[in-house]
């Protein structure tokens, strides 16, 4: 099994950005699906974006769309989630999930929150705060 670790959270005014990083240890991405979650407090966990690593192909939650990228460095065995233009509302503990999608595609954004909400293994968590 893969492990995961974040990091990257932070405190950050409204308007700013972070940079969230996953890094795999144990076994390389490759094959895998690797997504972002989001839980704040008093909320269900939500997807935020995914990445199939070894196509690129992406899919964002549409709070994400156009703030949020998703990225992977492979040599790095590393997943990166670019977050701009943040607000209050991202508020929230960032998960990174990893899927092995032996040959899988996710096709659309609902699907890969939802298998890798099934079948991931997860990180801890990282905090990423937006003041306003």
């Known amino acids: 099994e893969v492990q995961l670790v974040e990091s ?6 409204a308007g700013g950005s972070l940079r969230l990083s996953c890094v795999a240890s144990g076994r390389t991405f490759d ?4 997504g972002w979650f989001r839980q ?3 909320k269900e966990r939500e997807g935020v974006s995914c990445i199939e690593i070894n196509d690129g192909s992406t899919y964002y939650a549409d709070s994400a769309q156009g703030r949020f990228t998703i990225s992977s460095d492979n ?3 590393t997943v990166y989630l670019q977050m701009n233009n943040l607000n209050p509302e991202d508020t929230a503990v960032y998960y990174c999930a990893a899927d ?3 040959g899988l595609t996710y096709e659309s954004s609902d699907y890969c ?8 293994s997860w990180g801890q968590g ?3 705060t937006v003041s306003s």
Not at 31 to 34: D, I, L, P, Q
Not at 113 to 120: E, G, N, S
């Open 100 to 102: 092995r999608l032996g």
């Open 40 to 42: 704040a407090p008093g």
């Open 31 to 34: 094959g895998y699906g690797v």
């Open 8 to 13: 990257g959270g932070g405190l950050v005014q």
């Open 75 to 77: 040599a790095k065995n």
């Open 113 to 120: 929150f939802t298998r890798l909400a099934l079948f991931a």
């Open 126 to 128: 990282t905090q990423v």
